[in-house]
């Protein structure tokens, strides 16, 4: 009998989509509904009585019309504010039909109003198709980046991401251990510390604990971590634009013919540029890029005629507060595909 595929991040609302035939993810009333029933939404003892009502008719309806009239009626100024935000991107999603639909629209359109939180979100549960059959655990924390901030250290030659959220929950609550140093300063020994790094013998761990966010992820070059980055950045770019890409790591970029870029964050698009401008880049900034990749079109029909055949680069990099952003549309907006494809 084969081994069952892991069914992880649950509470994602993944499992409240349908995926149509191009594997793209249908928006369904129960996926709406839970929005609709976030805490910031959902009523509560002092609501009046319009917003109970407006509630329970999106919960009937999901895909009601609702009025600025009717948002302007409800008694409370921050519930008002709640409901335009989350009735403006409902539409959006109605409208777009799928969420790669919505996500892409948004960063086209390049007029990007909606809260983080909402585009994370989307970017979650995408990426969850992406590695839908998956049984491989490196894989799906390296999707994490797509959707969560991290924390990095590098120590002793190991780039090691850890969520940050959880690192800065543990440190405040005291019960962080020497973790504290290890993420933060970067002053331990990995094996010195609290939250597991993921390595061959421990990550089926991550099944356990997928929803957690607490193991920690070697991206140094040539590690487990950051080949699992690659994969899941080959998957984000079939997934969306049914181009098959071979992304791998490379340690410097000595092209005489560099002539495309993209930065998967905004520092490493900074460096990225001054770089290939032949700007000069201190040590200290140069120093926070963490990764450099090469990106090649299996079909390179694909790409921009005046390009094509040529490598992609992309570059990974963290804050000056040792804060890693990846921004996963990075790669969407600025790949070089012909008019056509």
């Known amino acids: 009998m084969a ?3 892991p069914n992880f991040w649950q509470n994602s609302g993944y499992h409240l989509l349908t995926p149509d035939a191009d594997g793209h993810l249908t928006v369904t009333d129960d996926f709406l509904r839970a929005y609709f029933n976030r805490p910031e939404i959902a009523p509560v003892e002092e609501s009046c009585d319009k917003e109970r009502a407006l509630h329970a008719a999106l919960l009937s309806e999901s895909k009601r019309k609702v009025s600025s009239k009717e948002i302007n009626a409800l008694e409370d100024p921050d519930g008002r504010e709640n409901y335009k935000v989350l009735i403006d991107f409902r539409d959006r999603l109605v409208k777009a039909g799928t969420v790669e639909g919505c996500y892409l629209d948004i960063f086209r359109e390049g007029d990007v109003r ?10 979650n549960v ?3 198709q992406v590695l839908d059959g998956t049984d491989d655990p490196f894989r799906a924390r390296a999707a994490e980046l797509f959707f969560r901030e991290q924390t990095v250290t590098v120590h002793e030659g190991s780039i090691l991401s850890g969520d940050l959220e959880v690192v800065e929950m543990l440190a405040n609550t005291g019960g962080m ?3 504290g140093q290890l993420l933060v300063e970067g002053g331990v020994k ?11 013998d421990n990550a089926y761990k991550y099944w356990q604990r997928d929803e957690l966010h607490d193991m920690v992820l070697d991206l140094s070059f040539a590690r487990e971590g950051l080949d699992a980055l690659c994969r899941v950045l080959e998957g984000w770019v079939l997934h969306f634009t049914g181009a098959e890409v071979s992304i791998q790591p490379v340690q410097k970029i000595t092209d005489e013919k560099w002539v495309w870029h993209i930065g998967l964050d905004p520092d490493a698009t900074g460096i990225l540029n001054d770089l290939y401008n032949d700007i000069d880049v201190d040590e200290d900034r140069l120093e926070r890029l963490l990764s450099l990749f090469r990106m090649e079109f299996k079909d390179p029909s694909l790409m921009q005629p005046d390009i094509a055949g040529r490598p992609i680069y992309m570059g990974l990099a963290m804050s000056d507060k040792k804060r890693l952003r990846l921004k996963p ?4 907006v600025n790949l070089p595909l012909a008019p056509e494809a």
């Open 3 to 5: 081994a069952r595929r």
């Open 114 to 123: 909606i809260p983080p939180m909402f585009l994370d979100q989307m970017a």
């Open 126 to 128: 995408v990426v969850r």
């Open 177 to 179: 251990g020497s973790i």
């Open 190 to 200: 990995p094996k010195q510390v609290d939250l597991d790094v993921m390595q061959a």
């Open 329 to 332: 549309q990075n790669i969407l």
